[in-house]
Nanobody, 129 residues
Framework: QVQLVESGGGSVQAGGSLRLSCAVSDYTYSSYCMGWFRQAPGKGREGREGVATIATGSGSTNYADSVKGRFTVARDSAKNTLYLQMNSLQPEDAAMYYC???????????????????WGQGTQVTVSS
């Protein structure tokens, strides 16, 4: 059973930065696809957007076009933690951000949220203009 706990959300002004963390508890951490997803206010589960994914074995990453060059996903295997560094934040980045895991070795990792079976509780990111 994979358990994910996010932290690091908050409120920033446009142009600011935040780093989200996701603590992962599972002994097979090295065999996952992991991803960061976001769900904007007023959007339902189907509107959950893939932001960045990482294959924990190879380290291969994938980003949504809207965040390329601004966001960086990384993992610390020793700490069993996934990170999302978010720079140059804009109001349209405001959302609930979720960490997710998929017990798959697909490459590249899927960006469809329905491919992920394990989710954290989410952490809120607010960006003011």
């Amino acid at each position: 059973q994979v358990q994910l706990v996010e932290s690091g959300g908050g409120s920033v002004q446009a142009g600011g930065s935040l780093r989200l963390s996701c603590a992962v508890s599972d002994y097979t951490y090295s065999s996952y696809c992991m991803g960061w997803f976001r769900q904007a206010p007023g959007k339902g589960r189907e509107g959950r957007e893939g932001v960045a994914t990482i294959a924990t074995g190879s380290g291969s990453t994938n980003y949504a076009d809207s965040v390329k060059g601004r966001f960086t996903v990384a993992r610390d295997s020793a700490k069993n933690t996934l990170y999302l560094q978010m720079n140059s934040l804009q109001p349209e980045d405001a959302a609930m951000y979720y960490c997710a895991a998929a017990l798959t070795r697909r490459a590249p990792c899927p960006t469809n949220s329905y491919a992920y079976g394990y989710w954290g509780q989410g952490t809120q990111v607010t960006v003011s203009s």
